[in-house]
């Protein structure tokens, strides 16, 4: 558990220090989304690598512009996981990510390269039935930490109105069941709308 500690104290210092940043943008917003995901399941001893399974993401984020090229958000999306044939690992994801903006001159226009790391937890598991694991959704963890790395692509109307495409490579960095040493794998691509929060 050290490393999480680790990158949660990097992350809430790069916080802290964008802070006063923070209170002179007053550029937030919320935006929600929707799009699909493609995934699988990482070796372990329970389970080999999967083949790859088509999914569902949806979900809401908060975020700030710290700067005109830095962003910090917050997101819950609801996140459908796991590999073919094997299991379906659905989840509620919570990443907390940040991000350097690259804006036009008029801010109509810009990418958000990001990272951070997020915490996923479990609302249900289901087996392949053709293909059954040893009752492997009775060995699922509760919760998966993540790292995700990702661009978005995001365009803003005169009236501060925004949508955009995001896409993103998330990989577990906690083994997503007891006594294996199996991860999530996933990439994410999703299409969103938000408005200015201030």
Known sequence: MSRFRIILLAMAVALITASPALAQSAKSGIAFSAGATTSDIEGGVIVRNTRSRWGFIGGVTGFFR?????????????????GKDVARLDYIDVPFLIGAVIPTDNDRLNFNFYTGIGIGFKVSCSEDEANPADNLCDRAKSTEWTWPVGLAFVVRSQTGKFFGLDGRYSIGISDAFDGSAARNRSWQFKAFFGVPMG
Do not use: H
């Open 66 to 82: 710290t700067s005109r090229n830095s962003s910090v958000a917050l997101e819950a999306n609801y996140v459908q996981k796991g």
